[in-house]
């Protein structure tokens, strides 16, 4: 299987050096700007055809309200969602962002690519998602409100999971055409899952973590870096840059519960999405520190594993956190991915790479990839179990949307879409990763040669610090780290150029 694999990616490569040439020339200048402003335009415009304001936004809102008997402005959508809204949206624009700023010389890149990225996918998801779900056949419009808002930014999620795993080795373009087949992929595969398999993913276990992590994985693979170890001194943290990637790990984490409760019907699902969220939240905060701590010899925490193994359980409960999982279902859920999740920083990351050839900058693999498919499949065994007696005849209805051309659905069919539903999501993560992994080889984007990755310098301008960091001091790797001295020997060592 491995030679498999290296036969296609060397001959990838070979074609990629035949037909284009292996020059990298990192300057955006022109295609940069480019980009952004043909895209932009073409945003407006196609805002101008399609997006109109839906009948809770548009101004008449008050003849909605006396037709359907609505008696206050209260009960419009607005109220209800706009709070999960806030928070959602803090965690793709000050969560996602600052986790990636771990690395010492790439942290404009991390949150500044984290911000272009996600204000070009939200605008774009608004349209495919809309061409998807809500457009109108009577009169080809897409109606938005502030769920649609949501929405966008649940299927940006998905591109910026896959950016982590390409963190430091691509270049602005590369991102926005990343972004542009990213979302359009998402709502392909969100229509399959959600509306033609008819799954319950309120969270994005499948739909978001599973397809995005995976989709970020196999571009990776293709765009694999021989060389990448000449960049190795900047492959790492400083103690600065790992505190900043905790801001972004705690914003995550509280608002994680929003997340997955956020377009979950009102009423009792939602109530139970956000405690149960919580509460595997909390449980993979003790199950990371606990293997972190007995994976050192001394002891010792490991700050990879506290900024990230500390989530996987928000991840693993999208799906299943509006179901009757019990709260120590819940508990239960969180323990075994913080486990699955630091197992896999310290011992399958190093492994993919040196065997896979799969080099995964953030460990996407071990927070979204493997904990997203988990929650895809806990959520299918949660669901062919739901009986009567735990839901009541009305809540199975609600719970699972048992109406319409679904009215006679039992829970184990149900539970065997959910299944399906996650392979859907791994299958379209796969191909589509690959398929526009090729395209992102072309050696047109602008990305950095294999001994100019991780460093902000490359497209950013940077103020001149008053103590700079030397390029001679190795840094402990984000991934691999060397701390197996005492404090009282030196953190840092020195590589003779």
Known sequence: MGN??????????????????????????FSLPAVCAVWQIAMIVLFG???????????HWHEFRIEHNITSDIENDFYFRYPSFQDVHVMIFVGFG????????????????????????????LLMQGWFHSLDPATGKIYIGVESLINADF???????AYGALLGKVSPVQLLVLTLFGVTLFAVEEFIILTLLHCRDAGGSMVIHAFGGYYGLAISWVLYRPNLNQSKRLNGSAYHS????????????????????????????????????????ASSVLTAVAISSLSQKKGKLDMVHIQNATLAGGVAMGTAAEFMITPYGSLIVGFCCGLISTFGYIIVTP?????????????????????????????????????????SVEGLISTFDFEGDFADRTVGTQGGFQ????CVAIAFGVVGGTAVGLVLKLPIWGDPADDNCYDDEVYW?????????????????????????????????????
């Open 419 to 422: 299944a399906a539903g996650t």
């Open 4 to 29: 498999c694999c290296d036969a296609m990616r060397n001959c990838c490569t070979t074609m990629g050096n035949i037909y284009f040439g292996a020059t990298k020339n990192t300057n955006v200048r």
């Open 155 to 161: 299927c940006v999620a998905g591109s910026l999971i």
């Open 98 to 125: 600052f986790l990636m700023t771990f690395l010492k010389r790439y942290s404009f890149s991390g949150v500044g690519f984290s911000f272009l990225l996600a204000a070009f996918g939200i605008q774009w998801a």
């Open 49 to 59: 055809v399609f997006i109109r304001y839906d009948e809770e936004s548009d101004a």
């Open 242 to 281: 790992d505190v900043f990637a905790m801001i972004g790990t705690l914003f995550l984490w509280m608002f994680w519960p929003s997340f997955n409760s956020a377009i979950t019907d009102h009423g009792d699902g939602q109530h139970r999405a956000a405690i149960n969220t919580y509460l595997a939240l």
């Open 351 to 391: 492994f993919l790479e040196k065997y896979l050839k799969l080099q995964d900058t953030c460990g996407v693999h071990n927070l979204h990839a493997v904990p997203g498919m988990l929650g895809g499949f806990i959520g299918a065994i949660v669901a062919a179990s739901a009986t009567e007696e735990v839901y």
């Open 461 to 497: 301008e940077v103020p001149e610090e008053d103590e700079s960091i030397p390029p001679i001091l190795e840094y402990n790797n984000h991934m691999i780290h060397h701390k197996h001295q005492d404090i009282s020997e030196s953190n840092f060592s020195v590589e003779q150029s």
